[in-house]
């Protein structure tokens, strides 16, 4: 039971995204909104370029999203470093951890879990890493 929680908070955070997508899109004749336009949308985009194929509009959207997601873990990281732990070594390990993460999630169950393709993995890798790398980089400077 535990284990179906766990996975539907992931499920619900990964697909964040999709239920708030602003654009309105004509679905059966009527204009909809959220996760019923980015649904249409996602499948049009699936027929036009093949399975896993997101197209430009809604990678873009997600790798907002995906940057967001980035820039506010990087300032529930530090905080909580420093909270906790309060060592001069706490960010650092714990940027470390969280990349280590974000590689298994990208490369190995968003694979396996949502056939993502390898060159969407990279893209969203990158999206996730270099803002932790630049504030890791500033914070040794």
Request: include cysteine; glycine fraction near 8%.
């Given at each position: 039971m535990r284990?179906?929680?766990?996975?539907?908070?992931?499920?619900?955070?990964v697909t964040l995204p999709d239920r708030l997508y602003p654009f309105k899109t004509e679905v059966q004749g009527r204009w909809v909104r959220g996760i019923r336009s980015y649904n249409a949308t996602f499948a049009r985009y699936q027929r036009k370029y093949g399975s896993g194929h997101y197209g430009f509009k809604l990678d873009a959207y997600r790798q907002l999203f995906h940057l967001a997601g980035s820039i506010f873990f990087l300032i529930f990281a530090a905080y909580l470093s420093q909270a906790l732990f309060g060592g001069p070594g706490a960010l650092p390990a714990f940027l470390f951890i969280a990349v280590l993460f974000i590689s298994f999630q990208e490369f190995y169950?968003?694979?396996?879990?949502?056939?993502?393709?390898?060159?969407?993995?990279i893209v969203d890798w990158l999206t996730w890493c270099v803002p932790m790398g630049v504030y890791f980089w500033m914070y040794l400077h």
């Amino acid at each position: 039971m535990r284990k179906k929680k766990s996975r539907d908070l992931y499920h619900s955070l990964v697909t964040l995204p999709d239920r708030l997508y602003p654009f309105k899109t004509e679905v059966q004749g009527r204009w909809v909104r959220g996760i019923r336009s980015y649904n249409a949308t996602f499948a049009r985009y699936q027929r036009k370029y093949g399975s896993g194929h997101y197209g430009f509009k809604l990678d873009a959207y997600r790798q907002l999203f995906h940057l967001a997601g980035s820039i506010f873990f990087l300032i529930f990281a530090a905080y909580l470093s420093q909270a906790l732990f309060g060592g001069p070594g706490a960010l650092p390990a714990f940027l470390f951890i969280a990349v280590l993460f974000i590689s298994f999630q990208e490369f190995y169950l968003h694979r396996r879990m949502y056939q993502q393709l390898w060159r969407k993995g990279i893209v969203d890798w990158l999206t996730w890493c270099v803002p932790m790398g630049v504030y890791f980089w500033m914070y040794l400077h």
